[in-house]
């Protein structure tokens, strides 16, 4: 799967598109989490626009490969990745949080087709996603299994139990995305449980791992297809990414990690996230 400098601008702008999108379902909705989604909005991009094998129009395809989110509180960026390829009106994506929406504060499953899980409890997605790839290994099933993590959330005991048995049954078919954006919702990474050394304790228990700029759409696309060339155990990208990517104002504090924007602030986060896009245009032509 290589990809040129044309394809990776187009990635690019749909990043941006998705960060706008982001910003406005957040308004709307006038609740919900702003510094992750921003900070991951590369790396759906890359899934939904370059990596995955999906479609759209038929999201319940047997064949296609699963994406599990685990940190479901960032899932506003899911639903606007999904909405920007097509699996419903990106107009939809103002029904954020609203009673009735399918676009809830957490991923429903029978919700919204092409969401895999239901999430909420942090610590879950890794075993789901290992159960899902046992599954496929026994079933002769040759799709891919991703599980996107948050960094806070290797917090959790229940995550190592499924780091263990995905490294046991040498699971190649299950990636893990861990989102290192060195907060949380209450303080930095370091300061509230230090995960250091990351790589280390996954590599202790049979994962191969690989550290990437998780803003670099090349290095996104590369990981994921090092990681299919991996037969004999699961693999783990750990992504470097910054919490709140585009905006100035909300980059690397940890106070945006669960309030949405104001209107006023809204504006000008929008204005500053189309210069960025104009800027990336800019360099394509």
């Known amino acids: 799967m290589s990809i040129n400098e044309h394809d990776i601008r187009e990635v690019e702008l749909k990043a941006e598109a998705i960060r706008e999108t982001i910003i406005e379902m957040l308004v709307a909705a006038g609740s919900g989490h702003t510094a992750g989604p921003l900070g991951m909005a590369d790396i759906f991009a890359a899934f939904y ?4 094998r999906h479609d759209p129009k038929h999201p319940e395809w047997e064949e296609r490969d699963r994406l599990i989110l685990s940190n479901g509180h960032i899932v506003p960026v899911r639903y606007a990745a999904m909405a920007h390829a097509g699996y419903f009106p990106v107009e939809e994506c103002l029904t954020l949080r609203k009673f009735g929406s399918r676009l809830q504060g957490h991923p429903e499953r029978e919700k919204l087709p092409g969401v ?24 002769g099933k040759k799709f891919q299994t991703y599980c996107l993590m948050s960094d806070g959330e290797q917090d959790t005991g229940n995550i190592w139990e499924s780091v263990m048995f995905a490294g046991a049954n040498k699971l190649s078919n299950l990636t893990g995305v861990i989102d290192r ?3 949380q919702i209450n303080g930095m990474t370091e300061d509230v449980m230090p995960l250091e050394g990351l790589r280390a304790k996954y590599e202790a228990f049979n994962w191969h791992v690989i550290e990437i700029d998780g803003h670099n759409i090349r290095e996104i696309v590369d990981a994921v297809e090092q990681a299919k060339a991996i037969h004999e155990k699961p693999t783990l990208i750990l992504a470097h990414t910054i919490p709140g990517k585009g905006i100035k104002d909300i980059e690397f504090d940890y106070t945006w990690h ?13 204005a500053e996230l189309r210069t960025l896009k104009g800027k990336i245009m800019g360099e394509h032509q």
Do not use: H, V
């Open 49 to 52: 626009f370059r990596i995955l």
């Open 258 to 270: 669960g309030k949405p924007p104001k209107k006023e602030e809204a504006e000008k986060f929008l």
């Open 116 to 139: 895999e899980t239901t999430s909420g409890p942090l610590g879950s997605g890794l075993g789901q996603a290992a159960g899902i790839a046992y599954g496929a290994r026994m079933d």
């Open 181 to 183: 954006n060195n907060i």
